[in-house]
């Protein structure tokens, strides 16, 4: 530690101090990261800032402003409002089905005038905040306890079930898995994992059978023989590997792709956004890509490991899984590894409320990182 920081640690922290700590590396590749994001928005909409890169410069600026806003805040303060965040998520998702804007077949956005949000990207925070809190005021021994597991596995089944009506699978998937993985790291035993994931598998026909759509089931089948269907249920995803193996080694050159050009490509300022980059830049500029997504990774991993306070650490932990598995179902799903579930790529796909999310989360980790010398007493029991 420097001799700056450890003063700092010592003593409140000042507004220079927080910005003199806050990680200016990784705001660096974020910027990078959404640049890209730009580029191949103005790609896919054949050399134009109109109708999606514009306002995605837009959304990324108001994030990156949130983001720093959300680093200078005290850790403690996020403790605090946890639970409130957690419980305003909750009342937003059972509103946004009774109330909610309806596109593409699913409900999942609620109009404020001329913006529209979102409010299951706003849960994958709320949640990560609120386990975050619960699993602080608990001893590695209290975790696998059942009275006590049972408070947890509530909060991420109910916000679960809510996006699931939407319906937005792959929401759900990630919320279940930031949600499963905090009890993980926090210190579940596997006494309860295992029997979990074949609670999971024998839950899978009946899942079929009373829980997903009809459109939720063609993409499954999809899946498994694209084939069949190219030019109906298939079209997605055959389009999409057609994009990506068409890029090559090297890729056809940046506006060179005929894929989206041709309007070939679905959503192809969304969800498969990154088949254009991998159609345009080919396999070592997705390698690259990727390396930079990893660094970004490597970086939230660092500052989890750096912070002093358990509440600290989950979050960051949460947050940087939540990142991850963003960007490993969307690129599983764009190369026909799993069904198609609607998940964009985290800085690079076309969205407002998304980016915002993510930047927000950004933030949360910076926040750790610069009250990492922070020291958050642990309470007995999960309600502080």
């Known amino acids: 530690m420097t001799t700056r920081a450890y003063a700092a640690a010592r003593r409140t922290l000042s507004l220079v101090d927080k910005l003199y700590e806050i990680n200016w590396g990784l705001v660096l590749l974020i910027s990078l990261i959404a640049c890209v994001g730009f580029a191949m928005?103005?790609?896919?909409?054949?050399?134009?800032?109109?109708?999606?890169?514009?306002?995605?410069?837009?959304?990324?600026?108001?994030?990156?402003?949130?983001m720093i806003a959300a680093a200078l805040v005290d850790i403690r303060w996020w403790l605090s409002i946890a639970y409130p965040a957690y419980g305003i998520s909750l009342i937003l998702l059972v509103v946004v089905l009774a109330a909610g804007h309806s596109a593409l077949g699913a409900q999942r956005w609620l109009t404020l005038g001329p913006f529209e949000l979102q409010p299951s990207e706003l849960m994958k925070i709320a949640l990560i905040l609120a386990l975050a809190r619960y699993l602080h005021g608990l001893g590695v021994e209290d975790v696998s306890r059942p009275l006590r597991l049972l408070i947890p596995i509530v909060m991420i089944a109910m916000p679960a079930f809510l996006v699931l009506k939407q319906p937005n699978l792959g929401t759900t998937i990630i919320l279940v898995a930031d949600g499963f993985s905090l009890l993980f790291l926090a210190g579940l035993s596997w006494w309860w994992i295992a029997p979990a994931f074949a609670s999971v598998a024998t839950a899978v026909p009946l899942a079929w059978r009373f829980l997903l759509h009809d459109y939720q089931k063609a993409r499954v089948?999809?899946?498994?023989?694209?084939?069949?269907?190219?030019?109906?249920?298939?079209w997605n995803i055959t389009q999409a590997k057609i994009a990506i193996g068409s890029g090559g080694l090297?890729?056809?050159?940046?506006?060179?792709?005929?894929?989206?050009?041709?309007?070939?490509?679905?959503?192809?300022?969304?969800?498969?956004?990154?088949?254009?980059?991998?159609e345009e830049f080919g396999f070592v500029g997705s390698v690259a890509l990727l390396l930079l997504?990893?660094?970004?990774?490597?970086?939230?991993?660092?500052?989890?490991?750096?912070?002093?306070?358990?509440?600290?650490?989950?979050?960051?932990?949460?947050?940087?899984?939540?990142?991850?598995?963003?960007?490993?179902?969307?690129?599983?799903?764009?190369?026909?590894?799993?069904?198609v579930v609607g998940i964009p790529m985290p800085l690079v796909s076309y969205g407002g409320t998304a980016m915002l999310s993510v930047m927000f989360g950004f933030g949360?980790?910076?926040?750790?990182h610069v009250h990492r010398q922070v020291e958050i007493p642990r309470h007995s029991g999960g309600i502080i």
């Open 41 to 66: 928005l103005y790609s896919v909409a054949g050399a134009s800032f109109s109708p999606w890169a514009g306002k995605q410069m837009i959304f990324f600026a108001v994030g990156l402003v949130l």
């Open 221 to 234: 089948m999809t899946f498994l023989n694209p084939e069949s269907d190219a030019l109906g249920a298939g």
């Open 250 to 278: 090297t890729g056809k050159g940046y506006l060179q792709g005929s894929q989206s050009r041709l309007n070939f490509l679905p959503e192809k300022h969304s969800d498969f956004i990154i088949t254009n980059f991998s």
């Open 293 to 339: 997504f990893t660094i970004v990774i490597g970086y939230g991993v660092q500052i989890a490991m750096a912070a002093r306070s358990q509440f600290a650490r989950l979050v960051a932990m949460g947050l940087v899984l939540n990142f991850f598995f963003y960007i490993l179902i969307n690129g599983a799903m764009v190369m026909g590894l799993i069904p």
């Open 364 to 368: 949360l980790l910076m926040s750790v």
